[in-house]
């Protein structure tokens, strides 16, 4: 079992930064993949950014590369999520998720078995 448990959310103009973070518990944190995903109102929840069991393999969605940065801490057991140059149309709630079953993450959101409760982010243009 995985508890996730996410933090750092609120509100920002266009054009500021915030960053979320994600803190775990249970399994070995290092031996997993960690994923961000986020849901806007009316839409699917769909894939921000992921990151490998080590840390060096980072997949992004086109709409937030070179804008967002995943990074993780395995002695901490924390995944953050620094986001920058937010824009309105990342008004969304963001979701921590962790798929125990691989160390290199897929961008599926049915892989990830675990997800914590969410963290409302709000852009204002």
């Known amino acids: 079992q995985v508890q996730l448990v996410e933090s750092g959310g609120g509100l920002v103009q266009a054009g500021g930064s915030l960053r979320l973070s994600c803190a775990a518990s249970?399994?070995?944190?290092?031996?997993?993949?960690m994923g961000w995903f986020r849901q806007a109102p009316g839409k699917e929840r769909e894939f921000v950014a992921a990151?490998?069991?080590?840390?060096?393999?980072?997949p992004y969605a086109d709409s937030v590369k070179g804008r967002f940065t995943i990074s993780r801490d395995n002695a901490k057991k924390t995944v953050d999520l620094q986001m920058n140059n937010l824009k309105p149309e990342d008004t969304a709630v963001y979701y921590c998720?962790?798929?125990?079953?691989?160390?290199?993450?897929?961008?599926?959101?049915?892989?990830?078995?675990?997800w914590g409760q969410g963290t409302q982010v709000t852009v204002s243009s």
């Open positions: 998720a962790a798929d125990t079953d691989r160390r290199l993450p897929l961008k599926t959101e049915r892989e990830y078995a675990y």
């Open positions: 990151v490998g069991w080590s840390g060096f393999y980072t």
């Open positions: 249970g399994r070995t944190f290092s031996s997993y993949a």
